[in-house]
Structures are given as structure tokens and as C-alpha cells.
């Protein structure tokens, strides 16, 4: 193996493990995205039935003023 051919060698193992860093980050932020989207649908449900709760009170307390 030439001079070339070694550095060559060199600078792809370099990628390699570059690349391997890569795509265990990437694994990672994608399941940090996973938990987000999932926390996002939670919280989501919790805001319709929030809301849900909101309207019904709002409603009670429109016949609360009608009756008085």
C-alpha cells in the first residue's frame, strides 16, 4: 500500500466512525422526536377535554343567570 493509499485508508475510517456518531445521534433525536410527538398528543387530549369542560360550565352558568 502506497503513501496515498494509507492516507486514503485513514481519511475513510475517520468517516466511518464520523458516520457511525452520526447515526447513533440521529437514533437518538429520533426518539426524542418519538417522545415529543407523544407528549404532544397527550397534551392535546387534555386540551379538548379542557375545553369540553370549559363549554359545559359555560353553558351551566348561562342557566345559573337565566334562573336568577
Do not use: G, P, T, Y
Not at 475510517?13 to 447515526?23: F, G, P, S, T, V
Not at 437514533?27 to 375545553?51: G, P, T, Y
Amino acid at each position: 500500500m502506497n503513501e496515498q493509499e494509507s492516507r486514503i485508508s485513514k481519511e475513510n475510517r475517520i468517516i466511518r466512525k464520523a458516520n457511525c456518531e452520526l447515526d447513533k445521534e440521529n437514533k437518538e433525536l429520533k426518539a426524542r422526536v418519538k417522545d415529543l410527538e407523544e407528549e404532544n398528543k397527550r397534551l392535546d387530549e387534555s386540551v379538548r377535554a379542557l375545553k369540553d369542560e370549559l363549554f359545559k360550565l359555560m353553558v351551566e352558568n348561562e342557566e345559573l343567570k337565566r334562573r336568577n
